[in-house]
């Protein structure tokens, strides 16, 4: 092989190593962008029963309520829940008592080749202070 034929074929095995690599951070790109979204709404969906279950200690807030504010609160973030599975769960009064709120659900994630469910688990309590 001629020594003007070795810079021509670095270059093609550099324009190679160029689209693969693009390809790879293209692919990470989309798997990032169909499997973040869930776990961000979940992250929010966890931020509403943290404030719920802490208000609902220290107020006279009936269980379905709670339940009708979280309900609403998933449908926002299109969760894919339904209002039965929402367990509201209060022990004591207002201030004294505790409230746990719980619920599970999943979303069904499709990517190319390797279709998967993400179960998620949310759930709060909060403690009254005396």
């Known amino acids: 092989m001629s020594s003007a034929a070795w810079p021509q074929a670095e270059s093609i095995m550099g324009t190679i190593k160029l689209i693969l690599v693009l390809g790879l951070l293209g692919g990470l790109a989309y798997v ?17 029963l943290d404030t719920e279950a802490r208000l609902g200690t220290y107020s006279t807030k009936g269980d379905e ?21 929402i367990k509201v769960q209060r022990t004591g009064g207002p201030g004294t008592g505790s ?32």
């Not at 599970?104 to 909060?126: A, I, T, W």
Request: aromatic share 12%; proline share 9%; with cysteine.
């Open 99 to 130: 409230v746990l709120i719980e619920t599970s659900y999943s979303v069904h994630v499709e990517l190319p080749g390797y279709p998967m469910d993400l179960d998620f688990h949310p759930q709060s309590k909060n403690k009254g202070a005396f």
């Open 65 to 85: 309520v709670i339940r009708d504010a979280v309900f609403k609160r998933a449908q926002e973030l299109e969760l894919p829940l339904t209002r039965d599975q």
């Open 32 to 48: 990032c962008a169909e499997i973040i979204p869930p776990y961000f709404a979940n992250y929010e969906f966890q931020d509403t």
